[in-house]
């Protein structure tokens, strides 16, 4: 009697034992994957962080180009429109390409579950630059479009065609602190 | 009888002795009332569980004056007093009353001595300055899924003054820098046509004219002319005034600009017609050709012959350019007209393209938009600043400018422009700046 209560609570306590180390073990080796994963998730956020920054100075180019050739005047909007529309078509690709590259900053940067200053502050000067390149692109089709139907009112024999934007339409608070950057 | 047969019969008298005995010994135990159970346990029971609940309320009460997530401190505090109340009450009856076996004190006393050490390590280790505290945190908030852990434990605030003490400076500084702003790029917006058709346009002042200055060298030259342009707003502010000595014998005498604009109290004035001049030194009082006023017509001296004709604005306020009498351009309601050529332009179509009239004069010409802007011109001659202009010249300036009807008025030494109490051109007669006197000239009232 007395050996079989002693093989009981022993059987039990080495049970006991194992549950708690095993949980223990198992919770520690997901710890260090989250770790891992997040240390991932960090470099590449840099890295699309590194590439939006090319892709902001290369959208300022094509800026300054469409300012040139774009004119002051109607017979200037004449002369130049297929370089305009054509610097228009770069301009909408570069942001698109933009939209594909910055898929995981824009998740980690929406969730919010890193915690590195850097990578926080990252994440705050993308939302802001990427509100600001989205809101002068829609700022910039709506004023061609503009100048585009006053020039149609000049020169209706030979009238220009609006730009239509297959990336965006309207302005965006991307981070949601109602200002909408650019947009003025 | 044998004597196993003897035995046998006393064995089986002392079985049924026997059975006996424990019938009555079983009716006796089942009348006797039972014992009652000793209420010592129950007291052990309470005593054990309210010393386990109390020592894991300590370690709750830290957590839930930590703020963590899950404890609230309104069920801890009456937990823990009501424990101890328990604890005491139980443990004042367990001393009193004492117990017949000692030894399973030993297991119990073991068991609830571990646990509170564990529970008090705990609470030492977790809320206590050891480090433990900021270990949890930052291993929590290293990872992506685990930093419920932190706030399970810890308040807010903790976690953050923790986090930030912990944090270091961003490696670069540049990250700083990297915010964008595009608002240096200018996106025009397109008003005008050109910046000829903005010069005109664009007043801002609404004032009642504007003075452009016009500069540009002769097709196929090197010579630099120069000249004014006036804009009238108001056509119908355009008049012609006429000096008091016109007319068509010798008596007949010109007048300066400024002594026609002072009488009729014009702001701006032009010269006009041309007028006979045989020797270049007349006295400006005969005109060519008509000359209507107010719709009357004044004088009708021999017409000019070379590609003009009748020049005057009609009672819509419309530049007129015809080929017709004086008579009939009253008819047809010419309001005020001079004669003089060539046209210049007519509706729309320049008549100087393929003009072979290559001599740079000082000239003056006359022109109206289609949305009724008159268009006044004088460009300088003969002079170092400005050669003159042709009338292909003439012709091409006042088509940048958007004329849609323009005449060449007369040139040389007569072209004046007059404003603001001044000539605005350098009137010159090829040796030195003079003013003739003319017979009629073209003004802007207010």
């Known amino acids: ?184 | 009888m044998t004597k196993f047969d003897s035995e046998i019969i006393g064995a089986t008298k002392e079985y049924k002795d026997l059975k006996k005995e424990i019938k009555v010994e079983l009716q006796k135990e089942e009348k006797k009332p039972r014992k009652k159970k000793s209420k010592r346990k129950y007291f052990k029971v309470f005593f054990y569980l309210s010393f386990l609940i109390l020592c894991t309320c300590v370690l709750l009460f830290m957590m839930g004056l930590h703020k963590s997530t899950i404890v609230s401190l309104t069920w801890v505090i009456p937990t823990i007093i009501l424990s101890v109340i328990i604890l005491l009450i139980s443990g004042s009856y367990l001393i009193l009353v004492k117990p017949k076996k000692k030894h399973s004190n030993v297991i119990s006393t073991c068991v609830l001595t571990s646990y509170l050490l564990i529970m008090y390590g705990v609470t030492f280790l977790f809320y206590g300055s050891y480090g433990v505290k900021d270990f949890i945190i930052n291993k929590a908030l290293a990872s992506m899924n685990y930093q419920y852990i932190a706030s399970f434990f810890y308040d807010n605030k903790t976690i953050n003054q923790i986090a930030s003490s912990h944090q270091l400076e961003p490696e670069s500084q540049t990250i700083y820098e990297d915010l964008v702003s595009f608002e240096d790029i200018k996106l025009n917006q397109p008003e005008y046509v050109n910046q000829y058709e903005e010069a005109v346009l664009s007043n801002k002042e609404n004032a009642p004219y504007k003075i452009i200055k016009v500069e540009g060298t002769l097709e196929n030259t090197d010579y630099h002319y120069e000249g004014f342009l006036a804009v009238i707003y108001d056509p119908s502010k355009v008049k012609l005034a006429v000096s008091s000595g016109m007319g068509i014998d010798e008596t007949a005498y010109g007048e300066i600009i400024p002594t026609m604009a002072k009488r009729e109290k014009a702001i701006l004035a032009m010269n006009a017609g041309g007028f006979y001049d045989p020797d270049w030194m007349s006295n400006g009082g005969i005109p060519h050709g008509p000359v209507i006023k107010d719709g009357v017509l004044l004088t009708n001296f021999r017409q000019y012959p070379a590609n003009g004709g009748i020049i005057g604005f009609n009672n819509e306020n419309k530049l007129v350019l015809l080929k017709v009498s004086g008579e009939e351009a009253v008819q047809m309601g010419v309001r005020d007209a001079v004669d003089w050529g060539p046209f210049l332009i007519i509706n729309g179509e320049n008549q100087q393209k393929n003009s072979a009239y290559t001599w740079a004069l000082a000239r003056t010409a006359i022109g109206q938009r289609k949305d009724g802007i008159v268009l006044m011109l004088v460009i300088d001659g003969l002079q170092e600043h400005s050669k003159g202009a042709t009338f292909y010249e003439m012709a091409k300036i006042m088509e940048r400018y958007g004329a849609y009807n323009a005449a060449n008025l007369d040139g040389g030494t007569s072209a004046s422009l007059w404003a603001n109490g001044d000539f605005i051109n350098i009137p010159f007669n090829g040796e030195q700046r003079t003013i003739r006197r003319l017979p009629n000239a073209w003004i802007v009232v207010e």
Do not use: H
Request: proline residues 1%; negative net charge.
């Open chain 1, 1 to 184: 009697m007395k050996k079989s209560l002693c093989f009981c609570l022993l059987t039990t306590i080495l049970g006991v034992f194992m549950i708690v180390s095993g949980t223990f073990l198992s919770f520690l080796s997901s710890y260090r994957e989250d770790v891992k994963e997040q240390k991932t998730i960090a470099m590449s956020i840099k890295n699309e962080y590194a590439s939006f920054n090319d892709k902001t100075q290369s959208f300022r180019n094509e800026l300054e180009k469409f300012e040139e050739v774009f004119g002051t005047y109607f017979e200037d909007m004449q002369k130049n429109e297929d370089v305009t529309v054509e610097t228009l078509n770069k301009i909408e690709t570069i942001l698109k390409e933009t939209n594909e590259s910055t898929t995981m900053l824009k998740k980690a940067c929406q969730e919010d579950y890193i915690n590195d200053p850097e990578i926080i502050e990252r994440c705050r000067i993308f939302q802001k630059n990427y509100e600001t390149m989205v809101n002068t692109y829609v700022k910039m089709i709506l004023g061609y479009n503009r100048a585009v139907e006053k020039y149609n009112g000049w020169n209706k024999v030979a009238p220009m065609n609006t730009y239509t934007s297959k990336v965006a339409t309207s302005y965006i608070d991307y981070d949601k602190d109602g200002i909408y950057l650019g947009a003025n």
